[in-house]
């Protein structure tokens, strides 16, 4: 289910928020008044509004902006807001291929989120701890994955990140929602096919 934290004082790190900030594109100025309301920016000059890569921020008020963002301006954005995720967020060894790029995204899910002040995955014992649900790969061909998506984040958000990394390596891919189940519609995991 979207919008929901699955876990009480789960946050969000800076890094990952500013990263999303680029997807809002024209509407900045709106989606920082957003962001101040929802306690993510210091609510000061709006109009130099920056987001502290190294803090860490409430993943349920992170969550409430998107909602806002959803209600306002709709699921466009919202996967405009996602596809720039991978572009300055914490990620892993830098991946060679599409199916490693994939599969990095659960990785770094978790070192961009923490728990009660804990990193969700440390890099140097490859432990991750769960509450936040997971980015799952399941390669079904050479040209052809699913991913399914067990996150609070919204589905058109998540669609946007796949893409955006898919296409790193496959510019020809094709992403769609497969099955019946949404999360848009409260259920727990959204799946898309990615497939070039």
Known sequence: MQYRAFEPHIE???????????????????VDRMLCRQGLVDCGDLGATEVDLDSWYSQQAWLDALREVDERFGTEILFNIGAEIPNNAVFPASPVDVHTALQSIDVAYHLNHRRHGQVMYDPASQTMLEGIGHYGYERVGDAHILMTCVTPYPCEFDLGIV??????????????????????????ACTYALRW
């Open 12 to 30: 969000i790190l800076g890094a990952a928020v500013m990263a999303a900030i680029g997807g809002f594109g024209p509407l900045r100025s709106i």
């Open 163 to 188: 893409t955006t990394m898919a296409r790193r390596f496959e510019p020809r891919t094709i992403a769609e929602h497969v099955g019946s189940e949404c999360r848009r519609q409260g259920a727990q």
